[in-house]
């Protein structure tokens, strides 16, 4: 039975302290959030590695998992990292071993996997009791010279064994392999890198430590992603991203069109973007492809093996295959933005986000900080081995007297160290020699030894003593590096590579991603718009809400931009694609586009980026305008024409010809040629005509060679030549005279 637990007394002997909640919360968050900074999810600058990963290699490294000896099972390799450095999950600990032996996640592995350690379709790895593990060349490099007192060690999390602070990281870990990660309140995103290119970037900068960024991306051009791809970014893009630290690059899978005889093709995608799971992306595509979002492809097959090979079958062969593509890249991870936030631990201790130069200038402070104390290291162990040496030669020199000594005094280390001078280490060395030791040869080769010991201490301490003399090893260690891993070595080619995107027209592209089919576009008087399958020839069959006629009807493809021209002299583009089917009556204009209540449309047409429209308000004020730029961009629309009440916008016709005709509701018309009417994209425009009161009713341009035309209401054509328009034709904004005999009793041209 537990113990009973009675409540404190009243008396005041329960200790109860106030406690500030907020206060306390707020330092309790705050050291969650520094502890997830600093021991989980941020990589340190010197070796790229976050503390799960460091003590993966370090665990490794105990039980000598070296490339050059056998395998272990992963899963005594995650038992001895949860056991006695690593208090977590074993599954998070394997997880992130299986991701150190990936090909298509790191761009160096540092562990070398034998089994199943998934695959780049998303696949996990088998179970840890069935794979087996060892560590890479890559990964000897960063453990180099650890057991040479290279780097501070400290406690272990239950304090009963002790794990590295940070590994020597004789390679460029982090930016060649890259990191990612999700912190508090920050993250980090780093792409791989190639480390020959590294290397030399680094080896410039031993030689020139101001060397901007700008030159050090002489070297390095950019990321290098294991599973290639196609970086298409702009020089000045990717240095403004390595000069500040935050950034992305636009990495495309790389394609080749393959000839299938008879005039057909289809396009093979051999490598894809980092990070995005092979399966996923052909699923992807697959629904966009029962969608109908793709109308250019007909099909999509995985024939990947060893190397990733995806076939992707056009709908025919007229099919151009850089737009397939193009739109492939819009909808699809086939192309994907990888972000670049180099957020790293700085010195370990410090949170913060690096350039390029700033990174490697880290890494080449710590090379010499390693450096220095390897050396050191190196020192004083020479120093302790001289000092041996030197009393085995005194011993060599007086054999006899200290067999005889050893022999017969009950403290022969007393006597010898009086004797001949010794220090306690000098005579415990001459006690622990073997038999063995003393023959005729010996007394040579310990003075070959102490000799070339001396030889190397001068050499050690004149490299602590010259700055230049260590950056000159430095130099020397990384050349060494990138020999290992140059260009011309399996592992040191470059993968990915680097391309301009291709120019293709937008509007190709956005074609590309609609199926193209007729419609005919309804407006009704009420502003509800609809668009019908097929071109429609009889509009007396379309049917509208109680009050409401048909205004207009036009035909179109899906393809094709609807421009609307409002009374407030506002444009909007709607695609045709996204107007409502013609089952119900439509949708209200104002619910597919921002219009203002107290506007109505003027008239709505397909868009022709190469036609001049003349815009006219009811005061027969206008200009013209190039279609192409009166397309809008977002719901809001386009302001084109400016109007004030009680005026509004009345007219919006295509130019055609060199004259205008003009009729306003005083039955009063005016002829005068286009060329008065200025060409504006923004404006009110000028006066065409002149009123006493009433506005404009109609207007038409037409060519004054062939004359005017108009038709009545029994669809008789008349039209007046040049002379017999005359007296009509004037000067811009004056009056004009009444219409000529036989003119429409409505003031309207007609068709």
């Not at 299938?260 to 990070?275: A, D, F, K």
């Not at 992807?284 to 990947?304: G, H, V």
């Not at 956005?510 to 009420?526: F, G």
Request: glycine share 8%; aromatic share 6%; charged share 30%.
């Amino acid at each position: 039975m537990g113990k009973r637990l009675l409540p404190p007394e009243e008396s005041g002997g329960d200790h109860i302290e106030p406690v500030d909640l907020k206060k306390a919360l707020e330092e309790r968050y705050l050291a969650y959030a520094l502890s997830t900074i600093m021991h989980r999810a941020l990589p340190d600058v010197r070796d790229g590695l976050k503390p799960v990963h460091r003590r993966i290699m370090h665990a490794m490294r105990l039980l000598r998992l070296n490339p050059d000896q056998g395998f272990a099972k992963c899963a005594r390799i995650v038992g001895e990292v949860m056991g006695k450095f690593h208090p977590h999950g074993d599954q998070s600990i394997y997880d992130a071993l299986v991701r150190l032996a990936q090909d298509f996640s790191m761009r160096y592995p540092l562990v070398d996997g034998q089994g199943n350690f998934g695959n780049i379709d998303g696949d996990n790895a088998a179970a840890m009791r069935y794979t087996e593990a060892r560590m890479t060349d890559v990964a000897t490099e960063l453990l180099a010279g650890i057991t040479e007192d290279a780097v501070d060690y400290r406690p272990t999390y239950n304090e009963e064994d002790e794990e590295p602070v940070v590994l020597p990281g004789a390679f460029p870990n982090l930016l060649a392999n890259g990191s990612s990660g999700i912190a508090v309140g920050m993250a980090t995103s780093i792409p791989p890198h190639n480390a020959a290119e590294l290397c030399d970037a680094a080896l410039h900068l031993i030689e020139h430590p101001e060397a901007p960024v700008a030159k050090l991306m002489d070297f390095v051009q950019g990321p290098d992603f294991p599973t290639g791809g196609i970086i298409v970014d702009s020089r000045a893009s990717i240095l403004e991203a390595y000069e500040t630290g935050r950034g992305g690059f636009r990495v495309r899978s790389k394609w080749s069109q393959e000839d299938q005889g008879r005039g057909t093709w289809s396009i093979v995608v051999t490598e894809i973007p980092y990070g995005v799971q092979k399966a996923r992306l052909i699923e992807k595509i697959a629904e966009l492809l029962m969608a109908r979002k793709l109308p250019l492809l007909e099909d999509i097959r995985d024939e990947s093996a060893e190397d990733i090979r995806v076939v992707l079958v056009p709908k025919s062969r007229t099919v151009d295959p850089g737009i397939l593509m193009e739109s492939l890249f819009k909808l699809t991870e086939l192309e994907s933005r990888f972000p670049l936030n180099m957020n790293v631990l700085s010195r370990g201790k410090v949170p913060n986000v690096l350039s390029l130069k700033g990174v490697l200038r880290e890494w080449l402070d710590h090379r010499r900080d390693v450096l220095l104390r390897r050396s050191r290291h190196r020192l004083g162990e020479i120093e302790k081995r001289l000092e041996i040496l030197a009393g085995y030669l005194i011993a060599y020199l007086n054999i006899d007297e200290v067999i005889k000594i050893i022999r017969e005094e009950d403290e022969p280390k007393q006597v010898m160290m009086a004797r001949w001078s010794l220090t306690d280490t000098q005579a415990e060395a001459i006690l622990n020699m073997r038999l063995r030791a003393l023959r005729k040869l010996e007394e040579f080769e310990i003075r070959k030894e102490f000799d070339g010991l001396t030889t190397e201490k001068k050499q050690i301490e004149a490299l602590l003593a010259s700055e230049a003399k260590q950056w000159s090893t430095i130099r020397w260690e990384v050349e060494n590096l990138r020999d290992k891993f140059g260009p011309e070595t399996e592992i040191g080619k470059r993968r990915t590579q680097f391309a301009d995107a291709p120019e293709h027209d937008l509007t190709d592209i956005a074609h590309a991603m609609i199926e193209r089919e007729p419609v005919t576009v309804v407006v009704s008087e009420k502003g509800w718009l609809r668009a019908m399958k097929g071109h429609l020839s009889d509009h007396s069959q379309l049917t509208f809400k109680e009050g409401d006629s048909l205004k207009l009807a036009f035909h179109a493809q899906t393809t094709d931009k609807i421009l609307v021209f409002t009374t407030g002299g506002k444009f909007y583009t709607i695609g045709a694609d996204r107007l409502p089917g013609g089952r119900g009556h439509g949708e209200p204009i104002r619910i597919i586009v921002d219009m203002d209540n107290d506007q109505d449309i003027v008239t709505a047409f397909v868009h022709d980026p190469k036609r001049r429209l003349l815009l006219v308000s009811y005061d027969a004020n206008g200009f013209v305008v190039p279609e192409a730029e009166v397309v809008a961009n977002t719901r809001k629309g386009k302001q084109v024409m400016n109007v004030k009440a009680p005026d509004e916008a009345k007219r919006c016709i295509p130019v055609s010809g060199d004259h205008l005709a003009i009729v306003g509701e005083n039955r009063k018309m005016l002829v005068f040629p286009l060329s008065e009417i200025p060409e504006m994209t923004r404006g009110k425009g000028v006066r065409l005509q002149k009123y006493k009161d009433g506005g404009v009713l109609d207007l038409k341009p037409f060519a004054l060679e062939t004359g005017l035309s108009w038709q009545d209401s029994a669809d008789r054509t008349f039209t007046k030549s040049r002379e017999e328009l005359a007296e009509w034709i004037g000067a811009r904004a004056s009056a004009g005279r009444m219409v000529p005999k036989g003119f429409p009793r409505t003031g309207k041209f007609g068709q």
